[in-house]
């Protein structure tokens, strides 16, 4: 990847919170909370690729859809351009998600099976009142060529679509307002291993074409490097590590992103390194650990990581703050 150039953050995340209450009892009163993100900070500059990664459950998908203000944050800010997005009223926010679009996991479920590939990806003129019925149309043409598709897709329902293909349509309908900003929720991770190479190649491509930033959310360290500058991994609700993409993976600071990355395929039979395998589950987020919420799986817990909760911090001897790691033991870790 080329590396872009510093920049006034065109999203800045600070202290996210997001707790969902845990009802029970008769008359359903709230005896707990999910701590889904807790405590997660970020930014993005234009044109920059920011990977989110991080296990199944561990608050990816509900950091995207809360800095869209999909889920009324707990705590924090989500700032974009300069506005503080937890702030707005439903207006000013309906107004500014024309500069910010998602992308989604399933491409079959994120697309109204009973519409036409057409109107689903003239949808967003209809509801921000863009254009007449004809310019639509062609708006419409534009797009679906733009990824990929014929014109003549526009007819055709999402049920005679590959997997592939159905995603490129989502891809269309999220670049229909000329966003700024998009929210890859695991855009791949349905889809054939040979068809994801095509996709990702796709959202680079309109990347350099179109200026965009995307926060790349995804379980697959492999695909994430691909495509990332900077990456951000993700343990049950927090931050352990953030850096960009190239010393991540050369020099990783946390026992948790070392693992992840030992555990990535080689395709090179004559390779013999061994992965790190993580003793136990992921706690749950209903009652997460005291202190580092890592260290019940931690192969290099001492006591104090059960007590002191730990804050992201420049790794010493890296690059400054362009590496950051929630570690107590980073300096005497060798990994």
Known sequence: ????????????????????????????????????????????????????????????????????????PTAGRVTF?????????????RDLRRDMQMIFQDP????????????????????????TADERQQKVKELLRRVGLSARARTRFPHEFSGGQR?????????????????????VSALDVSIQSQILNLLLDLQQEMGLAYLFIAHDLAVVKHISDRIAVMYLGKIMEYADADTLYAHPAHPYTSA?????????????????????DVPSPIHPPSGCVFHTRCPYAV????????????????????????CIRTGELRL
């Open 108 to 131: 079959f479920e994120s697309l109204n099976s009973r519409h036409t590939i057409g109107n689903i990806v003239e949808e967003p003129f209809v509801i921000h009142g863009i254009g």
């Open 260 to 280: 992840l990355i030992s555990a990535i395929p080689v395709p090179d039979p004559t390779c013999r390194r061994k992965a790190e395998i993580l003793s136990g």
């Open 81 to 93: 351009e300069g506005k503080d997005l937890t702030r707005l009223s439903r207006k000013e926010m």
């Open 1 to 72: 990847m080329n590396k872009k150039s510093p920049s006034e953050p065109l999203l800045s995340v600070e202290h996210l919170k997001m707790h969902f209450p845990v009802l029970g009892g008769i008359f359903r009163h709230q005896v707990g909370k999910v701590y889904a993100v807790d405590d997660v900070s970020l930014t993005i500059s234009r044109g920059e690729t920011v990977g989110l990664v991080g296990e199944s459950g561990c608050g990816k998908t509900t950091v995207g859809r809360s800095i869209l203000q999909l889920y009324q």
């Open 167 to 187: 995603q490129r349509v989502g891809i269309a309908r999220a670049l229909a307002l000329n966003p700024k900003l998009i929210i890859c929720d695991e855009p």
């Open 303 to 326: 006591d104090q990581c059960k007590e002191t909760i730990p804050e992201l911090a420049a790794v010493a001897g890296g690059a400054g703050d362009n590496h950051q790691v929630a």
